[in-house]
C-alpha cells in the first residue's frame, strides 16, 4: 500500500521528489485506504486533489492523532474514499483548506513548501538527474548580497539599517529554480538580473514567470519587479486559489 501511493505521487502528481512532500502524515489515510480497499484504489475519484490540498495548507499539522482516527473511521463507514467527507472533517476539526494569495506568496527560500510550489510550477524539471550539474537549486534572482547593500535611515534612530530582510529577500517572487551549472561559477552565480536576464531566451521569461519589463531588473525597482512578479506567479497557482483578493490585500 505505501509503494503504492508512493507510484500515485510520482505519477499522478507533481510531487517528484522527498523534499516536495512537507507532510508524510497526510498520506496516512490513502495508504489506509490502498491497503484495506485495494480493489478500488485505482477508481477512488479526488487523490491528487486531496493530496495538494492538504499538503498546501498543512491540515494535518501539530497533533493530528484525533483527526485521523476520524479520518480512519469514515473511510471505514464508507468503505471508500470519499474526498469530500475527509475535506468536511479536517474543517470541522478547525482546519483549513482554503489555498489563499497569502499562503502562496508567504512561501520562502529553502522550506519545505517551497518545494512543493516549485514541483507544481516547474512541472518538467528532472529532479533525479544522472549528473549533478543538472541538479535543481532555488536561486535568488535578485542575489541576496545586492539586497543587503540596500539600507534606509531608521525612522527613530536616524541610523542605517537594511531596507530588505530576509523576509524580502527570500520571498517566492524572488527565486526560480535553476540546474545546478546554469547556476554556478559559469552560469547565473551572483549576477545582477539587469546583466544576466538580457542574456535568456524569451522561452525562460515564461517558464519562470519573469516581467520582461528590463526597468524592473533594477535594483532600484526591486519592490516594482516582486509586485509585478507576484500576479504572475497567482495567475499561473489560480486554480488553487480559493480566494480573489487583490494583491497586497489579505486573501
Not at 61 to 82: E, F, H, M, Y
Request: hydrophobic share 40%; charged share 25%; net charge neutral.
Amino acid at each position: 500500500a505505501i509503494k503504492a501511493v508512493r507510484d500515485f505521487l510520482f505519477s499522478k502528481t507533481s510531487l517528484k521528489t522527498d523534499k516536495a512532500v512537507p507532510s508524510y502524515i497526510a498520506l496516512i489515510p490513502l495508504v489506509y485506504f490502498r491497503y484495506q480497499f485495494p480493489e478500488k484504489w485505482a477508481a477512488a475519484a479526488g487523490k491528487e486533489t486531496y493530496i495538494l490540498r492538504t499538503m498546501l495548507t498543512g491540515a494535518f499539522s501539530g497533533t493530528p492523532d484525533n483527526l485521523l482516527d476520524r479520518c480512519i473511521k469514515a473511510i471505514d463507514k464508507a468503505q471508500d474514499l470519499v474526498v469530500e467527507d475527509l475535506f468536511q472533517i479536517i474543517r470541522d476539526d478547525g482546519r483549513s483548506l482554503e489555498v489563499t494569495q497569502g499562503s502562496i506568496l508567504g512561501i520562502r527560500y529553502g522550506k519545505p513548501l517551497s518545494h512543493l510550489i516549485f514541483n507544481l510550477w516547474y512541472r518538467d524539471f528532472d529532479y533525479h538527474p544522472a549528473l549533478e550539474d543538472n541538479l535543481p537549486q532555488q536561486d535568488h534572482i535578485f542575489p541576496q548580497w545586492v539586497l543587503r547593500t540596500e539600507k534606509v535611515p531608521n525612522p527613530a534612530t536616524g541610523r542605517l539599517v537594511l531596507k530588505y530582510d530576509a523576509s524580502d529577500r527570500d520571498q517566492i517572487a524572488n527565486l526560480a529554480l535553476l540546474t545546478a551549472k546554469d547556476n554556478g561559477f559559469n552560469g547565473k552565480s551572483g549576477e545582477l538580473p539587469e546583466t544576466w536576464l538580457p542574456k535568456q531566451a524569451p522561452e525562460f521569461f515564461e517558464q519562470h514567470l519573469i516581467p520582461t519589463d528590463p526597468g524592473l531588473w533594477k535594483v532600484s525597482n526591486y519592490e516594482a519587479f516582486i509586485e509585478a512578479r507576484q500576479k504572475l506567479i497567482l495567475d499561473k497557482f489560480k486554480n488553487y486559489l480559493q480566494t480573489a483578493a487583490p494583491v497586497g490585500e489579505p486573501a
